[in-house]
Every structure is written in C-alpha cells, then in structure tokens.
C-alpha cells in the first residue's frame, strides 16, 4: 500500500489492535506474583501518551506496591462498595472490584490535577472535561497492561469518605481527584471461574451490540431505535451490573 501525504504510520494492524481490544477484560481475581518496575512503567508511558481535552494531560500516579499499604487503600475503597449495597440494594455489587484490590501486586491510583481545568472553555469548565480526559489514560492504561498480558479492572471513587481516607494514606494533595484506582496483575482464572457470583460477567462480559445497530449514516436512522423497553431489558439482560437472581445463579 503506497503512503499518501499526511498519511500516519500504522505501528500496529487493525487486525491487532481490535484482538487487542476485544480480548481485553476486567479482572476481580488476582494472582499474588509479583509485576516488574519495567511492566509498570511500561504501562505508564503509554497511559501518559492518551488523548486529553486541551492536551492538559491532567494526570499523576501513584503506584501502591506494598501489601501492608494496598490492604489499606482496599478497605478504604470497600467502604463505599458497602455503602453503596444499602443505597443500592438492585446493583450487582458481585462484580464491584473495590473488595479485591488488595490481591492485585499493583495498585495505579490515576490522580486528576485540578488546576489544568482552567485551560477549559468557561462553558465546559466543571469536572466533565477533566474527567472524560482521564477516562482516556484509564483505558489507554488497561490497553497497555493487555498488550503485556496482564489483568486490570476499573475501581471508582470520586469524592466521599473512602477519597478523603486514600487521601490521607497516601498524602496526596488537595489539588488533584483521585477517581480512578487501578489493580494490575495476573488474573487468577481458576478462581475467576469457581466464583458463582462472577458467573453473569463471565456470561455476558464479552457481548457487544452488533455494529449495524449502533452506527447511523447521514441521519439517525429511526427505524433502528430501540423502545424503553428494549433498553430496560437489554440492561437486565445483558449488563453485567443489573442480574436477576435467576441469572445470578446460572454459570
């Protein structure tokens, strides 16, 4: 194939790049081996490299590798999975990661600098802009760690007491959001496939809607809308956060 003028190399196929992506899965099981400096900061640098609004690059991270330390970011994170069980009692809180952090031999706390959001427009100001750039290191992070055949998930805290304990622990500063906390490690698939409670995700993690159905040319295609009810069942069919209790025990 002949390179035209302001054609980008291609250091990767698109056969590759979609095996990458669509291999790719969220862990809550982990080994306890150990991952090397050199794969973290391998990960690292390609994380840094993502998208962000404004090139403000926002993100730091902080790198938890003792074990006394990440039991005590998981408890802190547990809490709000805890919290979140009483307010919330429909959630499928089996596939929360929050309660097995601490198996993963890495924690990637991704901090959000606050101060870059004054490179936002005014009418986009707030968190949305600085939020969504991390949302892109925090993939671009999980893709990298697959590419060397390591495992991640995708912990949330944003805000709240489990934020203002990590806080503490790990002395980070006021001026960044710590919304993101990622485990990286090898995934215990033994354990992943006993785990009843995982079942569902293991049913249903892989599913995606067929590209016909999500892709409009020119227009959007009302013939290809989905009802309120195609949405509510597709939620309790195929999310892995919404379960039937019949489902929930079904491998």
Not at 9 to 29: C, D, F, I, N, T
Not at 181 to 199: F, Q, T, W
Not at 210 to 222: G, I, K, N
């Amino acid at each position: 194939m002949s390179t035209q003028p302001g054609d980008h190399p291609r250091p990767l196929s698109y056969e590759g790049l979609r095996s990458l992506v669509a291999g790719r899965r969220s862990v809550r099981r982990f080994r306890p081996d150990p991952v090397s400096r050199d794969a973290v900061e391998s990960i690292l640098d390609v994380a840094r490299l993502a998208p962000s609004a404004g090139n403000s690059q926002p993100w730091e991270f902080v790198v938890v590798t003792d074990a006394a330390m990440r039991s005590q970011v998981a408890r802190a994170a547990a809490s709000l999975f805890s919290a979140g069980r009483k307010r919330d009692p429909e959630f499928n809180w089996s596939v929360s990661v929050q309660p097995f952090l601490a198996q993963a031999p890495v924690l990637i706390v991704v901090l959000g600098d606050r101060r870059v959001m004054s490179a936002y427009p005014s009418i986009l100001r707030g968190n949305i802009l600085l939020r969504q750039s991390l949302s892109n290191c925090v993939l671009t992070l999980q893709l990298a760690a697959a590419s060397l055949g390591l495992a991640t998930a995708w912990g949330t805290l944003q805000g709240g007491s489990p934020e203002a304990e990590i806080r503490e622990l790990l002395h980070i500063p006021e001026v960044f959001t710590i919304d993101h906390i990622v485990p990286v490690g090898y995934a215990d698939e033994p354990e992943c496939a006993r785990a009843a409670a995982l079942a569902p995700a293991r049913a249903r993690a892989a599913n995606r809607r067929a590209l016909e159905d999500v892709v409009h040319w020119d227009r959007y295609q009302t013939e290809k809308a989905r009802s309120d009810e195609a949405v509510e069942q597709f939620i309790w069919s195929e999310t892995v956060t919404r379960v039937r209790r019949g489902d929930a025990r079904s491998g």
